[in-house]
T-cell receptor, first 114, second 113 residues
Framework: DAKTTQPPSMDCAEGRAANLPCNHSTISGNEYVYWYRQIHSQGPQYIIHGLKNNETNEMASLIITEDRKSSTLILPHATLRDTAVYYCIVRPTRSGGSNYKLTFGKGTLLTVNP | ETGVTQSPTHLIKTRGQQVTLRCSSQ?????VSWYQQALGQGPQFIFQYYREEENGRGNFPPRFSGLQFPNYSSELNVNALELDDSALYLCASSLAGQGHEAFFGQGTRLTVV
């Protein structure tokens, strides 16, 4: 019952920007968009998250559309080590200070080619 | 490195047995969640612990249970193991509050034979 839609796979050439799209048309006003990635047989790795503004960190940039119904994760200069499954997750927030679950879909397998 | 450590890394059990998996959360984190990841699937939420109490649970039967200790470390216990319980079990720690990211350990690969 993931609330996001992602393409199952994408290819990218090494050194080029990788743009991974995600649709979350039913997102609520207090829900964040999170991105994680999982390299084969490892635990998921946090990449970035945002609410409504675009965000950038040392790993990636997150562009969220004005209506918040979709977003794009950008890896500016993809390397072979960026080959992984990328998960876009809409995460509900709760009052009272406790966190809540991450609902993973099947994600996008990004393959970076030499 | 996330600072979240899980043990053991691999485990083989026989159907019907019981298993305990352990997780040490990242320093400063007070919330621990457990996930099950079957081969080829995304992780599925089992439950979450905050202040030593379960405060959220996914669609898993009661034979999946857990504990959180005062130092915020956690255990996942599975009774009456079934073949379908074979999976990668992931622990994630975070700080309670809106917008905080969760950091995952490397997981425990459980094989039930």
């Amino acid at each position: 019952d993931a609330k996001t839609t992602q393409p199952p796979s994408m290819d990218c050439a090494e050194g080029r920007a990788a743009n991974l799209p995600c649709n979350h048309s039913t997102i609520s006003g207090n829900e964040y968009v999170y991105w994680y990635r999982q390299i084969h047989s490892q635990g998921p790795q946090y990449i970035i998250h945002g609410l409504k503004n675009n965000e950038t960190n040392e790993m990636a940039s997150l562009i969220i559309t004005e209506d918040r119904k979709s977003s794009t994760l950008i890896l500016p200069h993809a390397t072979l080590r960026d080959t992984a499954v990328y998960y876009c997750i809409v995460r509900p927030t709760r009052s009272g200070g406790s966190n809540y679950k991450l609902t993973f879909g099947k994600g996008t397998l990004l393959t970076v080619n030499p | 490195e996330t600072g979240v450590t899980q043990s053991p890394t691999h485990l083989i059990k026989t159907r019907g047995q019981q298993v305990t998996l352990r997780c040490s959360s990242q320093s400063g984190h007070n919330t621990v969640s457990w996930y099950q990841q079957a081969l080829g699937q995304g992780p599925q939420f089992i439950f979450q612990y905050y202040r030593e109490e379960e405060n959220g649970r996914g669609n898993f039967p009661p034979r999946f249970s857990g504990l959180q200790f005062p130092n915020y470390s956690s255990e996942l216990n599975v009774n009456a193991l079934e073949l379908d319980d074979s999976a990668l079990y992931l622990c994630a720690s975070s700080l309670a509050g809106q917008g905080h990211e969760a950091f995952f350990g490397q997981g425990t690969r459980l094989t039930v034979v």
